[in-house]
C-alpha cells in the first residue's frame, strides 16, 4: 500500500505540473507567426531549411492558415497561401527528384495533399477572392505531382527483403550484381514507412481522379517516368503497369493494411510500444560452409519523437474508408504511448516531449524539428470523424480532450524558452537552475517545432474547453 501511495503521489504531482502551465494567449502566436514568415521566408522559399524541414515549415503554414476563420485576416492568408503554393509548385527539378531519399518523397507528397485540403476551406471561406479562379488549375498541379512522387515512393516497397516494408534510400537497380555492397545500404525505417502509409491512405480520400500533368516540365518528367517503367525489369524492378496514376486506385487502401500490418510484425516496437527508428539487413551464416543467408534483424534501436504518432493520419484516413472504427482507437493508443513516454524517460520527463540529443545540445538539423512534428500529428488526428457513429465520435472526442493537459504543458515550456527577438530554444525542458548556452540552439527547425505546439495548444483550447 505504502508503495501504491507513494506511486500515486509522483503520478499526482506529475499532473498537476503539467496542469498548472499555461500556454501564451493567441495574440502571442499571431505576432509569433508573423515574426516567423518575416524571418525565415526569403526568395520564395524558406531560409536555412533543408527540402523537408522546408515542406515541414509550410504544412506548419498551412495548418496555421487553418485556424484563421475570419476576413480580418484575409490579406494575410492569400499572401501566405500564395507564396507557400509557389514554393511547392516552383521546387521541382529533375536533379531534386533523382537525388531525394523515399522519405523525402513522402514528406513532399505530404505538404502537397495537405495544401489540396486546404484549398477545399479556402474557397469555402473567402468565394470572393482573387485566387478562386486559379484553385482548379493549382489543385491538377499538387494532385499531379503527389501522384508523381508517391508513384514513385512506390518503388520502395519490397516483399522479398524483410518480407515487405518501404526501404529509405532511392536504388538504382533492384537487381543484385554484389549481394555484399548492394544490399549494405538498404534500410527499412519507421518514418518512410508511416509516411508511406499514410500517404497511401490520404491519396484515396482526396477524391482527385487521374491527375495529369499541366506544364512542360510536369510533362516531361512524366514521360521520363514512364519510359523508365519500360526498361526497369531489364534492372531487376517488377514489370510497371504503363497508365497514369489514379487516385481513386483500391489498390491504396491494400497497401495501407498491407503497410501497416508490416510495421506491427517487422519488430519496430519496443516493449513499451515505441517505434525504433529502423532496421537493416545483414549476412548470417551458422556454420563455415553454409551459405550466407540474409536476415532482416540488424535494428536501429534509437528513439525519436516524430516517429511515434507520425502513423496515426493513415489511422484516419483507412477509417474514413473503410467506415472501420478500430483504426481510430489505435490511433489513441500510439498518442497515449507517446504521452507515457514523456513520464517514463524514454522521450521526456515530467511530461515534456525530449529527444535525446536536446538535453546535449547536440540535435542535428533534423533532429532539431523531431518534437514539434507529433503535435500537429495529434491536432489533426483529432478533427472530427463525422463518419463515425455517435458513440465513436463521442469515445474521440473524449480522448483528444484528455490530451489537452499534456499539450498545454508542452506549449508552456517551449513558450518559456522564447528570448527577446521571440525565437524558441531547442530544449523545452530546461528549468531554472540550468544553462541553456549549450542546448537552446537556434534555427528554422527550432521555431518550426515551437510553434508546432503552441498552434496545436490554441487549436485544443478553442474546441475542447
Known amino acids: ?121 479556402y474557397e469555402e471561406r473567402y468565394p470572393d477572392s482573387i485566387v478562386i479562379d486559379r484553385l482548379p488549375i493549382l489543385r491538377k498541379r499538387f494532385a499531379f505531382r503527389a501522384a508523381f512522387l508517391h508513384d514513385a515512393m512506390k518503388d520502395s516497397w519490397s516483399t522479398e527483403l524483410c518480407g515487405g516494408g518501404a526501404e529509405w534510400k532511392v536504388r ?19 518514418i518512410t514507412n508511416h509516411l508511406y502509409n499514410s500517404n497511401n491512405a490520404q491519396i484515396y480520400n482526396a477524391s482527385s481522379g487521374q491527375p495529369r500533368p499541366y506544364e512542360i516540365n510536369e510533362l516531361s518528367l ?66 563455415p560452409n553454409e551459405r550466407p543467408k540474409l536476415s532482416c534483424d540488424a535494428s536501429v534501436k534509437t528513439l525519436y519523437t516524430y516517429n511515434q504518432v507520425a502513423g496515426i493520419r493513415a489511422l484516419r484516413y483507412l477509417s474514413l474508408a473503410t ?9 489513441h493508443q500510439a498518442i497515449q504511448n507517446l504521452i507515457s513516454s514523456t513520464y517514463n524517460g524514454r522521450l521526456g520527463s515530467n511530461g515534456i516531449l525530449e529527444d535525446i540529443c536536446d538535453r546535449f545540445g547536440n540535435c542535428t538539423q533534423d533532429m532539431q524539428i523531431f518534437k514539434g512534428l507529433p503535435f500537429l500529428d495529434i491536432k489533426n488526428y483529432c478533427e472530427p470523424i463525422e463518419w463515425a457513429n455517435k458513440e465513436v465520435q463521442a469515445s474521440h472526442r473524449k ?27 531547442g530544449y523545452w525542458g530546461l528549468n531554472s537552475t540550468e544553462s541553456n548556452e549549450m542546448t537552446q540552439k537556434q534555427s528554422i527547425e527550432t521555431q518550426v517545432a515551437g510553434l508546432s505546439v503552441l498552434l496545436t495548444s490554441s487549436w485544443f483550447n478553442k474546441k475542447f474547453s
Open 323 to 331: 467506415s472501420d472504427s478500430k483504426p481510430i482507437s489505435q490511433g
Open 172 to 190: 538504382a537497380r533492384r537487381l543484385s550484381l554484389w549481394p555484399s555492397l548492394d544490399f549494405s545500404g538498404i534500410y527499412k525505417n519507421s
Open 399 to 425: 480522448h483528444c480532450s484528455s490530451y489537452r493537459g499534456w499539450i498545454n504543458g508542452n506549449a508552456a515550456a517551449a513558450y518559456a524558452t522564447v528570448d527577446q527577438s521571440g525565437k524558441f530554444g
Open 1 to 121: 500500500m505504502e508503495l501504491l501511495a507513494a506511486a500515486f503521489i509522483i503520478w499526482l504531482s506529475w499532473v498537476l505540473a503539467v496542469f498548472a502551465r499555461q500556454p501564451p494567449s493567441d495574440p502571442n502566436i499571431h505576432i509569433l507567426f508573423d515574426d516567423f514568415f518575416q524571418s525565415y521566408w526569403k526568395d520564395s522559399n524558406w531560409k536555412g531549411a533543408s527540402s523537408w524541414t522546408g515542406d515541414s515549415a509550410s504544412n506548419l503554414m498551412v495548418n496555421y492558415l487553418t485556424t484563421l476563420e475570419h476576413n480580418d485576416h484575409r490579406h494575410k492568408v492569400d499572401d501566405i497561401f500564395i507564396k507557400i503554393v509557389s514554393r511547392s509548385l516552383n521546387q521541382w527539378t529533375l536533379l531534386q527528384y533523382l537525388t531525394q531519399g523515399y522519405d523525402d518523397f513522402g514528406w513532399t507528397v505530404f505538404c502537397l495533399l495537405e495544401m489540396l485540403r486546404y484549398s477545399y476551406q
Open 222 to 287: 512524366h514521360y521520363l517516368r514512364l519510359m523508365l517503367k519500360l526498361i526497369r525489369p531489364v534492372l531487376g524492378w517488377p514489370r510497371a503497369q504503363f497508365q497514369y496514376f489514379n487516385f481513386t486506385d483500391t489498390d491504396l487502401i491494400y497497401r495501407t493494411i498491407e503497410g501497416i500490418k508490416w510495421m506491427e510484425q517487422a519488430h519496430l516496437l519496443t516493449n513499451e510500444s515505441l517505434y525504433i527508428d529502423g532496421q537493416r539487413l545483414r549476412f548470417t551464416q551458422d556454420t
